[in-house]
């Protein structure tokens, strides 16, 4: 029987700058995304009924997880009556910034576009990512992006490769929560992106450093003191510049050192119960067949 196995990677905001409320209540943003190396391992097989199994049991099965979400889409956009056993092997944890849910979505749609023979155009697989969720196109691309919209518009870039240390709190976020509240207590935005694509523009890592910066940090970390503590930690322990990641509340720190990053790995994972050394890649999937 055909199997299909993806890595799905994570992402981080290495900027995020929120620009205003649209209609539909999503808002504007303009925002650098970075695909990372911290993947879900998913495997896909043949079936005649729809059944998600996951390693870990915080994540919905049913209706809730976006995986089933894009199947049902799917079914229905191309009258398929077959199912899909989906195999998740959660590694990005939940709720954390770090698109976990959105990376998952996007490997479903590369996966049953071949399980399926469907001959899905890029515009197609686009349009179906987007009704899912804001961060699902860039999951599907990866690697640096300049985005604007809710988050779908692109423009390529293409960053120097750097060493990370993520940091999550043990707290999970609602990310529509954190949007909610920006409104309400009126912040106005850093307008960071401008900066960190220049930077990044000049390959610049110590320039990205200085200037990354996330608007919704100014919400999450208000109810999050954590949050200050780490990005302290981070700085006092060599990282050349750090911030929150999307909605948060995990934090990452750029380290140009790799045994100051190693020393702050270690004394970190003391504290924390998420730490993770990782480092900026090129694509947000991964396909075997
Ligand atoms: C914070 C980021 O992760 C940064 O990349 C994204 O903006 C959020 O993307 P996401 O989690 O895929 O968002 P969705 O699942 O589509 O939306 C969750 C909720 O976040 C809010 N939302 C999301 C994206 C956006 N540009 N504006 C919003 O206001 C909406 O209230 C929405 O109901
Ligand atoms: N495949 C999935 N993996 C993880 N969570 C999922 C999945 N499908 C649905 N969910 C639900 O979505 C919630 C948010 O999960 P996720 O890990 O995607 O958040 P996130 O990383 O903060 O997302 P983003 O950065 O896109 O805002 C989870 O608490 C869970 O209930």
Redesign the pocket.
């Known amino acids: 029987m055909k199997k299909i196995k993806v890595k799905a990677y994570a992402?981080i905001?290495l900027s995020?700058d929120?620009l205003g409320?649209?209609e539909d209540?999503?808002?504007?943003?303009s925002?650098v995304?970075q695909s990372i190396d911290l993947a879900d391992i998913l495997e896909f097989e043949k079936n005649e009924i729809v059944k998600v199994f996951c390693s870990d049991h915080r994540v919905p099965e049913g209706e809730d997880n976006l995986i089933v979400k894009v199947i049902n889409l799917l079914k229905e956009k191309y009258q398929k009556k077959e199912g899909v056993l989906v195999k998740l092997n959660k590694k990005i944890p939940l709720a954390a910034?770090l698109?976990g849910?959105?990376a998952d979505a996007a490997a479903t749609i590369v996966a049953l576009d071949k399980l399926w023979n469907l001959n899905m155009s890029k515009e197609e697989k686009k349009e179906i990512a987007l009704k899912?969720?804001?961060?699902?196109p860039?999951c599907l691309e990866g690697g640096t992006k300049l985005?604007k919209?809710?988050?779908e518009i692109f423009e390529n870039l293409k960053v120097p490769s750097m060493s990370l240390l993520l940091v999550k709190p043990d707290i999970e976020i609602s990310?529509?929560e954190?949007?909610?509240k920006w409104d309400r207590l009126n912040f106005k935005s850093h307008h960071a992106t401008f900066l960190v694509a220049q930077a990044i523009q000049e390959g610049n890592i110590y320039k990205i450093a200085e200037n990354i910066k996330n608007d919704?940090e100014l919400v999450t970390s208000r109810e999050c003191e954590v949050i200050n503590q780490i990005k302290e930690e981070l700085l006092k322990k060599g990282a050349l510049g750090c911030a929150m990641?999307?909605?948060g509340p995990t934090v990452y720190g750029i380290f140009d050192d790799l045994e100051r990053l190693k020393r702050a790995y270690e004394d970190l994972k003391e504290v924390y119960s998420f730490v993770f050394f990782s480092k900026t890649i090129d694509k947000g999937l991964e396909l075997y067949e």
Do not use: C, P, Q
Not at 25 to 29: A, D, F, M, Q
């Open positions: 992402k905001n995020l929120v409320k649209r209540g999503y808002h504007e943003i925002t995304m910034g698109a849910g959105s899912v969720g804001a961060d699902v860039f985005a919209g809710i988050g990310t529509k954190i949007y909610d919704l990641s999307g909605s």
